[in-house]
């Protein structure tokens, strides 16, 4: 802070000590961690159907569906 004006950028370290200028009284946390569903091999397949059952809905007389559908009816 030089005067009573702000500087930018701020570093992070400030901002945690001087919430009350940034607008927030509060940090927010870190994000939890998701278990992973799908493998990544197996997900990048699974998207590759997905993109071509899309792209080809009206050719092969589907309705349209969400990825966590098909993640479904692959388990299946």
């Given amino acids: 802070m030089e005067g009573s004006n702000i500087r930018y950028p701020i570093e992070d370290k400030l ?16 994000p939890e961690p998701h278990k ?15 993109e071509f059952c899309n792209n080809f809905l009206d050719f092969l007389e589907i309705p349209e569906f969400k990825i966590e559908e098909l993640y479904v009816a692959l388990s299946f």
């Fill in 15 to 30: 901002i945690t000590k001087m919430k009350e200028l940034h607008g927030s009284t509060e940090i927010p946390s870190k």
């Fill in 36 to 50: 992973v569903l799908v493998p990544a091999k197996e997900f990048e397949d699974m998207l590759y159907i997905f």
